[in-house]
């Protein structure tokens, strides 16, 4: 979309502080974030907590993890709303006042009872406005001690309509909406109350959020034009779908961005695919932060749900991991090699990280295979040991043996042509020296390849093992 030059944009993402930062949140944060970024506006980050029951500290925390690990720090916030508590209590009273809110004496039971009948009448289950003041109109006496809530006075005719980035035209009919409560009868603010006053004070331009909340952009509209305030333009994204067709849950694999962190994906690998859940750029598969920043348009974002498919996440974050350097991977995956009980000093393990990372999807996968350089050694097992050091073997390793001793050079190269002479000496195939040699120096019958695997233990551990192998048959 085209904005006029002077205007500057103003995004929001605003999760309630009552668990993880889940999948759909981060994408919400995601594509606020790059819409900011895209018009070089300001991405504001507001932490929702009135749930005083439900939000927790590390709730917040981990949200704030969450974005920190994406890449998305905010230009403005973290923002609370419980900090605003004056200001909210402010706008009511002022509401109040001017008439565009009302205080409400109907208990719970009562309005209950007021939807029932109005179900039974074939009609939209609301309030039924006994509390409205109008012209003319005699209100109820007020209950004795009964402390009230303050509801907006919501129009009664036409349509609340809007364009919305994503979905387009938009219209309600007011009639279809209640009277909200705005205020609870302890008098905290509720939440589209807050909602409505935070966009408004924080200057909030665009608001990009899930379509759950389709049906409070009426409302919302409606209060912010009662107080005379600039509308924001509102997108709603269709929500992310698990690989079955239904709404994405825990069942379907972790939801929690961190959880992603913790099972070795990169965050850039996790931002280049939940970028493409729901937006798309031509045929562009892979792209960097930087170029889904330059490209990024609500325009280009689909009216349908996107499907979570782990198979295309685990593609994308294979790519990530091969165009990592290897020295880069090797500190991120010391530590998950010391998570499995090994040692990542123990070889170069950025010389370990070239060799498995073509075939590796995450950092667990690298620091599992690493475990053959970094982990205890254990010796073949006795089943192996028969089928495979044999005499013969053991005579063609301790040849083997012998002439690794005086290589002028341990490389992956001087080791690849040892084994090519080993092989034409005794005029054997591969397998009869390459799985003893494996078995011999790993324990494994299976590794990736030998020479790159011998390079890597270096010439003293290969020969030690050699060594004992040919003397004992395993060790």
Not at 29 to 51: N, Q, Y
Not at 75 to 86: I, L, R, V
Not at 111 to 138: C, F, H, I, N, S
Not at 452 to 459: F, H, K
């Amino acid at each position: 979309m085209t904005l006029p030059a002077s205007s500057t944009v103003r995004t929001r993402f605003a999760p309630s502080p009552t668990g993880y930062l889940h999948l759909g949140g981060a994408r919400t944060a995601l594509f606020s974030w790059a819409f900011a970024r895209h018009h070089k506006g300001v991405f504001v980050l507001r932490i929702e907590d009135t749930d005083l029951e439900r939000s927790t500290p590390q709730a917040v925390q981990a949200i704030l993890d969450g974005m920190d690990w994406l890449g998305m720090q905010p230009d403005e916030g973290p923002f609370y709303q419980m900090q605003h508590m004056d200001r909210y209590r402010e706008i009511i009273a002022r509401m109040l006042e001017e008439g565009t809110a009302y205080y409400c004496y109907s208990t719970p039971d009562e309005v209950d009872a007021m939807r029932e009948k109005a179900r039974a009448q074939g009609l939209k289950p609301r309030y039924d406005g006994t509390w409205r003041p109008e012209p003319g109109k005699t209100l109820p006496p007020v209950p004795e001690g009964r402390k009230p809530v303050v509801r907006f006075k919501n129009p009664q005719d036409g349509a609340t309509s809007w364009d919305d980035l994503i979905k387009g035209p938009i219209s309600i009919d007011n009639a279809e909406l209640d009277d909200l409560i705005i205020a609870r009868p302890d008098g905290t603010p509720t939440y589209n109350f807050c909602v409505v006053v935070d966009d408004w004070d924080m200057r909030i331009t665009h608001v990009l959020r899930g379509d759950d909340h389709v049906n409070n952009t009426p409302r919302q509209i409606n209060i912010l034009r009662a107080l005379g305030a600039t509308l924001p333009q509102y997108g709603h994204l269709p929500m992310i779908l698990g690989p079955d067709g239904e709404k994405l849950s825990k069942r379907h694999g972790a939801v929690s961005v961190m959880e992603y962190d913790k099972e070795g994906y990169l965050p850039e690998a996790m931002v280049n695919y939940l970028a493409r859940l729901g937006w798309s750029h031509g045929n562009e598969e892979i792209f960097s932060r930087e170029q889904f920043v330059e490209w990024f348009d609500t325009r280009n974002l689909s009216k349908s749900a996107s499907q979570w498919d782990p198979k295309k996440l685990n593609w994308v974050n294979a790519h990530y991991i091969k165009q990592t350097d290897n020295a880069a991977l090797a500190v991120l995956v010391a530590p998950r090699i010391g998570g499995l009980g090994g040692n990542p000093d123990a070889v170069k393990l950025d010389a370990v990280m070239g060799l498995l990372k073509d075939r590796a999807e995450t950092l667990n996968q690298l620091a599992e295979g690493a475990m053959l350089f970094c982990g205890a050694y254990e010796p073949a097992g006795a089943e192996l040991a028969a089928e495979h050091l044999t005499p013969e073997a053991k005579a063609v390793l301790a040849d083997f043996a012998a002439q690794a001793r005086s290589l002028p050079e341990w490389t992956t190269e001087a080791l690849a042509a040892l084994i090519k002479e080993t092989l034409a000496r005794h005029n054997i195939k591969m397998p009869k020296l390459g799985i003893p040699l494996r078995l011999a120096v790993t324990g494994k019958k299976q590794t990736p390849a030998i020479d790159a695997v011998l390079a890597i233990l270096g010439r003293d551990t290969v020969l030690e093992r050699l060594d004992a192998t040919v003397r004992n048959g395993q060790q």
